[in-house]
């Protein structure tokens, strides 16, 4: 991964931006409304579903070092970045749909 506003340093902005009782780990709300603040909208299942999957300690808890560590490899991150991309565009087409 690179150190550019995508690479590691990006991705620690916005998980530290996550974290909101500043514990250095994300729990299921604050992956949440994490995402929610990125205009991405998910369930409290789906926000568990995907942050399952960083969990590899099973505290139900992700440290910045299980998130580096998942998106490494390779197919995670495409599970990652395809959801997120579902959930984008389902948001997205729900808006138009309103307006």
Do not use: P
């Not at 150190?3 to 902005?13: D, E, H, K, P, Y």
């Not at 530290?16 to 991405?40: P, Q």
């Not at 369930?43 to 399952?52: H, Y």
């Amino acid at each position: 991964m690179t150190r550019s506003s995508f690479g590691i340093r990006g991705l620690a902005r916005i998980f530290k931006a996550m974290d909101e009782n500043g514990n250095r780990k994300l729990e299921c709300d604050d992956f949440r409304w994490g995402l929610m603040d990125y205009g991405v909208s998910v369930t409290k299942e789906e926000a568990a579903e995907v942050l399952n999957h960083f969990d590899k300690s099973g505290d139900g808890r992700v440290d910045f070092d299980e998130f580096l560590v998942t998106l490494r490899v390779s197919k995670t991150y495409i599970f990652v970045i395809s959801h997120l991309f579902y959930y984008i565009c389902r948001v997205s087409s729900i808006k138009q749909e309103l307006m």
